[in-house]
């Protein structure tokens, strides 16, 4: 053999050798089913790997008994089934729990398992970290590093079915709904959420019906309309303020997509769907959002789209340039919307005793980019930087409970 040619073989061999090997967490049925084809296997191996991998908790190919030994060892050289990794679990007297998790050496995102009488709901993250730098939220203070991958998304949701209890152990589901309301903006990263919606929904998988599984969006217009397209799942929006130059403050995307053009995305998104609504979320400010006239704005502005609406009390975190309103201005401030006939409910706060707001452990362990540090500089009292997310202090994660 010519020695050209033998570089060439050294050469592919050494290309082959440092592929990547496929995560198959983050194939849907379809891929998988292609995947398989791409190896001459018939699709059922598909339904075969999904069962082992979200049924069974099983991620070692050698494992999977109905595969042909040739198969497996195939498996293992060119795939993997790679889940998040636990760094810290933090459980709360109340039964919510929250997981701080590392998706590769560098960056670390958040979970969280809200159990309740009659559901279960597992708060998801879609980014580390978030670029929208709203100013009420302690994610934005670590800013961005990379979109999740759909393997680390529904990962999420396969490891806290593997700590909890896979569904046959228990003869239940024990996880009945996801929100993506951990870090991050979902709109933005469209292209990783959607196939982890799909997964999250398919019998396969996890089965959850499509109204129990809740993207939850800044306000990202277009990405309303590419969700529609793509997905039928239940929609959530960050709302917090009622007249643009308020929201212009809380949330600089308010900026691009204005109260108006977020309304209109939001019929657009329900036009045609009978008994769906729009939940908008709206995190409680004291003297800032929360006066009764902003109230009354707010009941006049959800006539157009069928709505509900969330309260959240405001989750306090070192820095953070706003406190929460009292119980009796929510109160108050609720009574109001209910009056103009919106069901609304005040989330209430769950796990007290085990950490932070939203964004906050993973900030203990993440690095902050250029923008988040400029960011801090200019917002905190006193310009300094060491009282930002790293903080252990003691805070509450809220009910993301939107169903
Ligand atoms: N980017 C998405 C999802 C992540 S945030 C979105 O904006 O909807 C999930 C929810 O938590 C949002 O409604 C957000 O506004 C709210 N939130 C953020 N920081 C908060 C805080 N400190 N206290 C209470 N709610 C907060």
């Known amino acids: 053999m010519p020695v050209k040619d033998v570089t060439v073989e050294m050469m592919s061999a050494d290309a082959m050798s440092a592929q990547p090997r496929v995560n ?10 292609s995947f398989f084809a791409g190896m001459g296997e018939k699709p059922f191996r598909a339904t075969q790997v999904m069962k082992w991998i979200f049924q069974e908790g099983i991620d070692d190919f ?7 030994k040739a198969l497996r060892e195939r498996l293992q050289e060119v795939a993997e089934i790679r889940l998040p990794e636990v760094m810290q679990d933090h459980p709360s007297a109340d039964g919510t729990r929250k997981w701080l998790l590392k998706v590769d ?7 969280v398992y809200i159990p309740e009488t009659d559901r279960s709901t597992l708060c998801v993250s879609s980014q580390v970290g978030c670029t929208l730098a709203c100013r ?22 396969a490891l806290a079915a593997r700590i909890i209890g896979l569904p046959e152990n228990k003869g239940e589901r024990v996880i009945t709904n996801v929100v993506l309301m ?13 196939p982890a919606l799909e997964l999250m929904q398919d019998d396969l998988a996890f089965g959850i019906s499509k109204r129990r ?28 303020a009622t007249d643009d130059a308020l929201r212009d403050q809380l949330m600089p995307l308010n900026t691009k997509y204005p109260i108006k053009e977020l309304m209109a995305a939001c019929q657009r998104y329900v036009a045609g769907k009978p008994h769906r609504r729009v939940t908008f979320e709206y995190v409680m400010l004291a003297g800032v959002n929360d006066s009764l006239a902003q109230a009354r704005q707010l009941a ?3 006539r157009t789209v069928p709505a509900k609406v969330n309260l959240i009390p405001f989750n306090p975190f070192p820095g953070a340039p706003y406190a929460c309103s009292s119980p009796a201005v929510i109160n108050a401030f609720r009574e109001v919307i209910m009056q103009a006939g919106i069901m609304t409910v005040t989330r209430k706060t769950r796990g007290e005793d085990i950490a932070a707001a939203c964004g906050q452990l993973a ?18 009292p006193g310009g300094g930087s060491g009282a930002s997310s790293g903080s252990r202090a003691a805070h509450t994660i809220k009910e993301h409970v939107t169903q």
């Open 24 to 33: 198959l967490l983050g194939l849907t049925r379809q891929q998988l089913e």
């Open 62 to 68: 050698a494992a999977m008994t109905n595969l042909s």
């Open 105 to 111: 050496a560098h960056n670390h995102i958040e979970m």
């Open 136 to 157: 009420f939220c302690s994610t934005a203070r670590q800013g961005f590093n990379r979109n999740l991958t759909t393997a680390e998304i529904i990962g999420q949701v």
């Open 182 to 194: 951990g870090m991050g903006e979902p709109l933005l990263n469209l292209e990783h959420v959607a």
């Open 213 to 240: 599984v809740t993207v939850s969006t800044a306000g990202v217009v277009p990405g309303i309309d590419r969700l529609c397209e793509l997905s039928d799942v239940s929609l959530a929006v960050s709302l917090h």
């Open 300 to 302: 006049r502005l959800l």
């Open 363 to 380: 900030g203990q362990v993440t690095d902050r980019t250029r923008r988040s540090e400029r960011f801090l500089l200019q917002d905190l």
